[in-house]
């Protein structure tokens, strides 16, 4: 199973930046897919979650302003991120939970500038 992430990058406060997480060896449809982010100094924590069901999840810090989505044909995970902030400055990184197994992909950094 593999998990590449991809998407980050520099952007100013106020900004948009779309996350990708392609996925190989599952299918995302069955699986719950989440993304998580670590900040410098922080635990890592998680941002927003999909079920196999399309039911959605969200950290309330990021309510309203990300959205989690999958493409099916594409197996590719997605969050978009408008009205980034700083403080939504960290690596991010995808997760996929098929069955009992975790997954993690590499992490792509976002930085977000005042």
């Known amino acids: 199973v593999q998990l590449q992430a991809s998407g980050g990058g520099l952007v100013q406060a106020g900004g948009s930046l779309r996350l990708s997480c392609v996925a190989s060896?599952?299918?995302?449809?069955?699986?719950?897919m989440a993304w998580y982010r670590q900040a410098p100094g922080k635990q890592r924590e998680l941002v927003a979650s999909?079920?196999?069901?399309?039911?959605?999840d969200y950290a309330d810090s990021v309510k309203g302003r990300f959205t989690i989505s999958r493409n099916h044909a594409k197996n590719t995970l997605y969050l978009q991120m408008n009205s980034l902030k700083p403080e939504d400055t960290a690596v991010y990184y995808c997760?996929?939970?098929?069955?009992?197994?975790?997954?993690w992909g590499q992490g792509t950094l976002v930085t977000v500038s005042s």
């Open positions: 997760n996929a939970r098929p069955d009992i197994r975790v997954y």
């Open positions: 060896g599952i299918t995302l449809s069955f699986a719950t």
């Open positions: 999909i079920t196999s069901g399309a039911s959605t």
